[in-house]
């Protein structure tokens, strides 16, 4: 089994992130946060009794200290500073208005005692635990029906201290669904930023019913072969933007979700109106992007701009399955560097994977407009596998602009019940996407409405690539 991150791999890692030559941050995407928000009224940690060094068990500490700052959620907020050191402790829940700040050299250390970390019910859009049926830990930083949070700092760090939730997993001795490192729930105006994130029991940040979320400038590690520790997971979720951030997991480096099955289709509620900008990472086994494979409320309106992927499994992918329902519509990739990737974009229409036998078979996802554009790979060994459903076919699945090379000679693309168009694709688009996208079907491809402003965007593209 492969250590989790130390604080030596987290300066490494930075390091080289920092001195790349593709990084050059630029104007934001976001919508404008207040990151200097000041709060009337400050604690430090250890002015509840904390210590800093690593054994001591604080969670009691965090509790009170959030305890005592909720009598100034109505008068402008508060924040709670947590100064260097390594604070252990176990799950603890948020308020509103708060700023949770960690200074440099500041780690927040998860317990490595299951009994830290409580049972609370399954997400109602799930209807159980992700990994097994009944409840699910809660995570170490949480919140519920909050507004205006802000989890930040000088570039300090949250450590799941996974390892343990890893081996109980792979010896399928769980008795819970393993927790999340942060999850905020039913909550608006989240702001995550300037932080490094390690060694997930599970996925890492995990927006679940919210709007208005911004995780921005943060890094997100866990080993390749960790299990399941995706980056972050915007479920169920709208208005979110995730900008400047590098992510190098054992899964998913972002996955989008709306709930499971007859769950998701019960409970309703789409993931909208997504941005991703400036993404940097590497996974070895899952996608860079995905969307699902729980997608059952629908995702719709993704913008994804400026990625980079090395070394990774996948680029690109959507998963779903008869008995999901839902949609994925509206999708827009473009500006994309690959190296070394297996395959460069996937979309998988019989992933399987179901909660429970009460799913309807015959509640069919609808996958349509899909767009990617201004995409040069190198070392890729499979341009795509675009797989969608007999009798339920995936359409208006748009390339442009793509240029891959050293794909394998043999069977680039592999496509099946899919429909689309194309155009300056390399190697040359499977037989169902070979229809001109310019200038007939340009309508049918999202956001590539106009023809002009589309062949603009692609001479820009390949400058910026060179």
């Known amino acids: 089994m492969r250590r989790a991150f130390t604080l030596v791999d987290v ?38 009794g904390a210590v800093g060094d690593g054994i001591t068990v604080n969670t009691k500490a ?25 604070w252990l402790t176990g799950s603890f829940d948020l308020i509103s208005h708060l700023t949770l700040w960690l200074d440099k050299d500041a780690v927040i250390l998860g317990s490595t005692n299951f009994e830290d970390w409580p049972i609370v019910d399954p997400l109602p859009s799930y209807g159980r635990g992700r990994e ?47 927790p999340h490192l942060v999850e905020l729930m039913n909550s608006t105006g989240i702001l995550i930023s300037n932080l490094t994130f390690l060694n997930s029991p599970f996925w890492t940040i995990h927006p679940v019913y919210c709007s208005q979320v911004t995780v921005q400038n943060v890094t997100i590690l866990a080993p390749l072969d960790s299990p399941n520790t995706d980056g972050i997971d915007p479920d169920s979720s709208d208005d979110v933007c995730i ?59 993704v913008r994804a701009e400026d990625i980079r992927f090395d070394d990774s499994y996948t680029a690109i992918r959507i998963k779903t399955t008869p008995g999901r329902g839902g949609y994925v519509k509206n999708i827009y990739v473009s500006n994309m560097t690959l190296v070394n990737v297996d395959i460069a974009i996937r979309f998988t229409g019989l992933y399987g994977d179901h909660p429970d036998d009460g799913y309807d078979p015959n509640a069919l996802p609808v996958i349509e407009k899909i767009t ?17 459903i007999e009798g339920d076919n995936f359409v ?3 390339l442009s602009n793509i240029i891959l090379n050293n794909v394998s000679s043999n069977y680039p693309w592999n496509c099946s019940n899919v429909r689309g168009y194309s155009d300056s694709v390399l190697p040359e688009a499977c037989e169902p996407l070979k229809e001109r996208i310019f200038p007939d079907h340009c309508s049918d491809c999202y956001y590539l409405s106009n023809p002009r402003e589309s062949s603009s965007n692609r001479k820009r593209a390949g400058q910026n690539f060179t």
């Open 243 to 301: 900008e400047d951030c590098y992510i190098s997991t054992g899964d998913d480096l972002i996955a989008i979700k709306s709930g499971w099955d007859e769950y998701g289709i019960a409970f309703g509620r789409p993931s909208t109106n997504i941005i991703i900008h400036r993404l940097v990472g590497k996974t070895h086994t899952s996608a860079g992007i995905a969307i699902g494979s729980e997608m059952s409320g629908g995702v719709s309106n």
């Open 132 to 178: 097994l049926p009944g409840g699910r830990h809660r995570s170490l930083i949480y919140g519920c029906n909050l507004t205006d949070v802000i989890i930040t700092g000088n570039e300090g760090i949250i450590d799941g201290q996974g390892s343990i939730w890893w081996s109980k997993f792979r010896n399928k001795t769980l008795d819970y669904t393993r």
């Open 62 to 86: 965090f509790q009170n200290a959030i305890f005592y700052l909720n009598s100034f959620s109505d008068k402008g907020g508060a924040k709670l500073f947590v100064p260097a050191g390594r």
């Open 11 to 48: 300066f490494l890692v930075l390091a080289l992130f920092c001195c790349s030559s593709w990084k050059v941050w630029s104007s934001t995407l976001c919508k404008e946060t207040n990151l200097d928000k000041v709060r009337p009224h400050s604690v430090s940690i250890t002015e509840f």
């Open 396 to 398: 208006d699945i748009c």
């Open 372 to 388: 990617i554009k201004d995409v040069k790979g190198e070392n890729i060994k499979k341009a795509g596998l675009i797989e969608g």
